[in-house]
Structures are given as C-alpha cells and as structure tokens.
C-alpha cells in the first residue's frame, strides 16, 4: 500500500489556468505538508497543516490554496498559474502531536507541473 | 528562527570509499530532531537516519551513521563503502514541533 500519494504525477498546462493537485495519506498522521523544488532542488515548505492549524508560509503568494476535506486528505488549489510556478510539488506528512521529534516525514511521488 | 546550512554543493567520492556529508543547524531550542533524506535521480524522498537533541549516541543505520556534535551544531552524514547507487542528492533536515527546516542538498556522485 502506497503511504503517501499524490495524482497527477505530471501535470502540463497553459498559463492563466486552475488546477488542484490531490494527496492522500493512509499512515494516520496529523499533519500534512506542501513543499514546491525548484529546478535547483530547494525544497520551500509551502503549507503544513493539521486538524487544528494551518501555518503558511509568508513568500507563498495567495493564488496557491490547500484545502483539506478530512485528516487524510490535503490538496492543492492553483489559481491563474504562471510560468514560475513550474516545479515539483510533493506532498507530506508526519505523526504529530507536537514533541514526538522522532516522526520523520513521509513523502508523496511528487507532482511535475509545467506551467507553458 | 531554525536555520539549516549544506555547504557542499557536489561531492565525489570513488566507489567502497566513505564520505562525509555536512550539515550544520541554528536553534535555541534544546528539544529538536534531525533527519536525513535521500533523492535519487528518479525523484522521491527517502528518510535515511534520525538523531535526537537528546540522544547520546549517534545514530547508525546500515552504512549510514550520523556524526552528531551537539556543541558545533553540527550533524553530518556518513556513508560507508559508497555504492554506484548512493549517487543521488542529500537533504538534512531539523524537526522542531512540527515544522521541518531543510538545508538546500548536496550532490553526491559515486564514481566507479
């Protein structure tokens, strides 16, 4: 069983769109996570989200909205996407609550978009 | 703020030789995880080894151990024996709460 899934695995599309990409957990984990890697592998956290918070990253511009309709699930809303929006966007989790330090994160396949 | 420094960007190493990964970290917290992660060429993120700020002992897994030195703030990957198929990036990463801060990674290229 996949632990972390994340569809579509790629994703090409024209500027000015909308599009979501969906994740899934089956770990039980309270927290779930977006990271964007750009073409030069950093990793930025996007999102990290629980049942109880969602914290966002400030350089996250608003057009990028995560939307979680249970515990498993956390997807990712793009709104009139632009050519730097190109990346890798992978899609995490981890078992909370807060002080368990030894819960590594699990991460999803990973989404290829490309914005044209 | 949590802070994670890789300061190699590439690194070479020649087959069934060890090579140390650096990484070094900024907290004033006490309480803190720290975690390493493998990417190879096909794209997933692979958890490697774990330390705890509290943990005595480094942590060893495999070929891989983690050479902790708390004072320096420091947490280096240590792979032994390289293989072909450790060529691949090296993420460290800082648990704290439950937020992770990763360092920008560092490219390994075993070479036969």
């Known amino acids: 069983d996949t632990a972390v899934s994340q569809t579509p695995k790629y994703l090409v599309t024209q500027m000015g769109n909308d599009k979501s990409i969906k994740c899934e957990q089956n770990?039980?984990?309270?927290?779930m996570y977006w990271y964007k890697q750009d073409s030069k592998k950093f990793l930025k956290i996007m999102f990290s989200y629980n049942n109880k918070e969602l914290i966002i990253n400030e350089t996250v511009p608003n057009r990028f909205s995560p939307k979680s309709p249970d515990k498993a699930h956390l997807n990712l809303h793009i709104n009139s996407l632009e050519l730097g929006d190109s990346a890798v966007y992978f899609c995490?989790?981890?078992?909370?609550?807060?002080?368990?330090?030894?819960?590594?994160?699990?991460f999803g396949p990973g989404t290829r978009l490309t914005v044209l | 703020a949590q802070k994670i420094t890789q300061t190699q960007p590439g690194m070479f190493v020649q087959e069934k030789e060890a090579v140390t990964l650096d990484c070094t970290y900024d907290t004033s917290d006490p309480s803190y995880g720290l975690f390493w992660y493998k990417q190879p060429s096909s794209g997933e993120m692979i958890f490697l080894i774990y330390q705890g700020s509290y943990d005595q002992q480094n942590a060893t897994e495999g070929r891989y151990s983690l050479n902790f030195q708390k004072a320096r703030k420091s947490a280096n990957l240590v792979i032994s024996a390289s293989q072909l198929g450790d060529s691949a990036m090296y993420f460290c990463?800082?648990?704290?709460?439950?937020?992770?801060?990763f360092g920008t990674g560092t490219s390994l290229t075993v070479i036969p």
């Open positions: 990463a800082m648990r704290y709460g439950d937020q992770f801060y």
């Open positions: 770990l039980g984990h309270d927290t």
């Open positions: 995490a989790s981890s078992q909370g609550p807060s002080g368990r330090l030894t819960n590594e994160q699990f």
